[in-house]
């Protein structure tokens, strides 16, 4: 009987190192300081959406670099301008990389390799672009400025709406999300919360005490709006229920508030600076309540990243990160980095298989997660043949191979001319 439940237990989580990715500086164009300084710059990564690829780019340079994870560079997108402090996001698509780099705003389109620069009208705002995000199911690009003004840009159809809160904000756009309804959620350095629905109409606000960080939807229907200000507090802000938004307080010891989460409907996980990761209830019966409390870091922890598909949380210190099952709360991996690295974020894939660590000398770390199945290891779905270099052409013959053959069959079936097929085909009022 024991020998049947051991046999039933799933194994035990385990990482293995794939392989490093580095970026430097290029010496000829860049001062001497300004190499140095580049030097002790983080990595600035980001997982596609779906493939097993990732975008990276260190502050400086001037182009993005995509890598599967068999450590094939697949893209480089060159934007001939020196990324300062570089912001990036992936469309839900994965088809276009947004970046934010020394005020300017590109769309990487990843099947064409080309880049295209988002201009808009000058005279429409004052302040510098600071904040990007895309809606979750659609080609509309939340664009805020360091002024307050706030923009919803429709990558589809190349159109930009007006400033959407022009009477609302005035001081820089700090973060911001999109829920599944289209509503945006944004803060600003004015300590206030704005919620307007995809046309850009101002459905909710609310003004806060201190200065915003951090800014998640979650709950049931994502209809929740999850705040954390100064780093002390989260304020839970329902839509539904606007009049009576709480706010939640934790204790000193735990120090401050470095990254949270949802993970379930009802449950929220905070990290903190002092090591400590506690879980949360939202529900309305034990709403602020702490379930879970665990001192993982004697360091300073660093960042808190989660993986819904895996259930598993991960969290760093300087030179140290750590697993856990948020079901079970147990500890599952402890793994050490070199001690002249000090790490500075981690990233799980889309489906929790790979994790990425990156680190403050320039240097991204790519682990895989055990159990894996090996057909995970591969990347084999279309959209992953259009990220490869050169399969985009492969794909198209493919398809027109296979165009040609059901064209044939038609014909042969129905015997009827081949030309008229074309004929019919090309005269369709659909096209």
Not at 83 to 104: D, I, M, T, Y
Not at 235 to 249: C, H, S
């Amino acid at each position: 009987a024991t020998a049947a439940a051991d046999a039933n237990e799933p194994p035990p989580t385990s990482l293995t190192h794939v392989f490093s990715v580095e970026c430097k500086v290029r010496q000829d164009e860049q001062s001497s300081d300004r190499v140095a300084d580049l030097q002790h710059c983080a990595l600035v990564l980001e997982w596609h959406p779906y493939l097993r690829c990732f975008a990276v780019s260190l502050p400086g340079e001037d182009c993005i670099h995509v890598y599967n994870t068999a450590a094939q560079r697949t893209h480089t997108f060159s934007l001939h301008v020196p990324l300062q402090a570089p912001k990036f996001q992936w469309h839900p698509c994965g088809l276009f990389l947004c970046v934010l780099g020394a005020g300017r705003l590109f769309v990487c389109v990843t099947y064409s390799g080309r880049v295209e620069e988002v201009v808009l009208d000058e005279s429409a705002y004052s302040g510098e672009i600071c904040f990007i995000r895309w809606a979750k199911h659609d080609y509309q690009l939340a664009i805020g400025t360091s002024k307050g003004e706030m923009f919803l840009y429709d990558h589809s159809t190349k159109v930009c709406s007006p400033n959407v809160n022009s009477t609302k904000h005035r001081r820089r756009i700090l973060c911001g999300d999109f829920n599944d309804t289209g509503k945006l959620a944004f803060a600003s350095d004015d300590r206030q919360i704005t919620i307007i629905n995809e046309h850009g109409t101002v459905t909710g606000q609310v003004k806060v005490k201190s200065r915003p960080s951090c800014v998640k939807f979650g709950g049931e229907n994502d209809s929740i709006v999850s705040v954390s200000m100064e780093r002390k507090t989260i304020l839970l802000y329902n839509l539904d229920d606007a009049e009576n938004a709480l706010e939640l307080a934790f204790q000193p010891r735990y120090g401050n508030i470095v990254g949270f989460d949802w993970f379930d409907v009802d449950k929220i996980m905070v990290a903190f600076s002092q090591g400590f990761l506690i879980s949360i209830s939202t529900n309305k019966d034990e709403i602020g309540r702490e379930q879970t409390c665990r001192k993982l870091h004697s360091g300073k922890l660093q960042c808190l990243a989660y993986s819904p598909p895996r259930r598993k949380a991960a969290t760093c210190d300087r030179h140290c990160f750590k697993l856990v099952d948020v079901d079970t709360w147990d500890e599952e991996v402890v793994e050490y980095i070199n001690n002249r690295e000090e790490l500075h974020d981690a990233q799980w894939c889309r489906d929790g298989s790979f994790l990425s660590v990156t680190t403050r000398s320039g240097r991204a770390h790519i682990l895989v997660v055990h159990p894996i199945a090996e057909d995970m290891l591969e990347d084999s779905s279309i959209g992953g043949l259009l990220l490869r270099p050169f399969n985009f052409v492969t794909f198209s013959l493919s398809f027109l191979i296979v165009l040609l053959t059901l064209v044939l069959f038609v014909s042969i079936a129905w015997q009827v001319p081949v030309s008229h097929i074309f004929t019919v085909f090309m005269s369709s009022p659909t096209l």
